[in-house]
């Protein structure tokens, strides 16, 4: 898969070189830990820049390899196991898009909250 040419416009508005540290600190908890990304932090300036000429030139995108993850209690799930380039766009991206929206609540009560509304809803739509 291609990502076509992305305008510089863009290329600029999006956060390189955050989404590339955000990464390089990242837990992930269904994949074994990546002792590489320590090393990484060297190349810091070369791989944003590598990431900002991909994504004006058209960033070729393959089929990421999956990995299973075992989920708690049975059975697995897939995971992609996307490259750091990939991983630093896509962050950026998601970053971007994502920034006009507030934070979600992720608290308890947020949660109850959530998980009652539909009964609450059926009690007052009655």
């Known amino acids: 898969m291609n990502i076509p040419e992305v305008g510089a416009g863009l290329v600029e508005a999006l956060n390189l070189g955050g989404a590339f540290d955000a990464e390089i600190v990242a837990e992930r908890n269904l994949v074994p830990p990546e002792p590489w990304l320590d090393g990484l932090e060297h190349d ?3 791989l944003v820049a590598h990431a900002t000429t991909a994504l004006r030139s058209g960033l070729r995108v393959g089929p990421a390899p999956i990995v299973l993850a075992r989920k708690p209690g049975f059975g697995t799930r897939p995971i992609p196991f996307l490259s750091i380039e990939e991983r630093i766009v896509y962050r950026a991206l998601v970053d971007r898009a994502c920034g006009e929206f507030p934070p979600l609540d992720r608290s308890h009560d947020a949660y ?9 809803y059926s009690f007052d739509a009655a």
């Open 44 to 46: 810091r300036a070369d």
């Open 112 to 120: 109850v909250r959530f998980s009652t509304g539909p009964l609450y």
